[in-house]
């Protein structure tokens, strides 16, 4: 069992920055693939960036390649999204999300989501 939260959202100017960080409790944190979704107001949930379980991998959403920045450290069971030059597309619930395993066993966690806003 894997309990993972987030912080670091808030409001912020568009152009400006935040970083999330989601801790995780539990067990082999390092055996997680992790990643960050992200909803806003009336859409689906969407993959905003992933990285492995050893963080020599990273992917992104073309939305936010260039800005945005995924990284973890397994030393304190923490996954990290730096977001730049934030746009007001960007305003969303932002969740973590681990994994693991392969089918048909796996294991996969979110968080409760923490609120981006990029107003004006």
């Known amino acids: 069992q894997v309990q993972l939260v987030e912080s670091g959202g808030g409001l912020v100017q568009p152009g400006g920055s935040l970083r999330l960080s989601c801790a995780a409790s539990?067990?082999?944190?390092?055996?997680?693939?992790m990643s960050w979704y992200r909803q806003a107001p009336g859409k689906e949930r969407e993959l905003v960036a992933g990285?492995?379980?050893?963080?020599?991998?990273?992917n992104y959403a073309d939305a936010v390649k260039g800005r945005f920045t995924i990284s973890r450290d397994n030393a304190k069971n923490t996954v990290y999204l730096q977001m730049n030059s934030l746009k007001l597309e960007d305003t969303a619930v932002y969740y973590c999300?681990?994994?693991?395993?392969?089918?048909?066993?796996?294991?996969?966690?979110w968080g409760q989501g923490t609120q981006v806003t990029v107003s004006s």
């Open positions: 999300y681990a994994r693991r395993g392969t089918s048909p066993t796996i294991y996969a966690y």
């Open positions: 990285i492995s379980m050893a963080g020599d991998s990273t």
């Open positions: 539990g067990s082999f944190f390092s055996r997680y693939a």
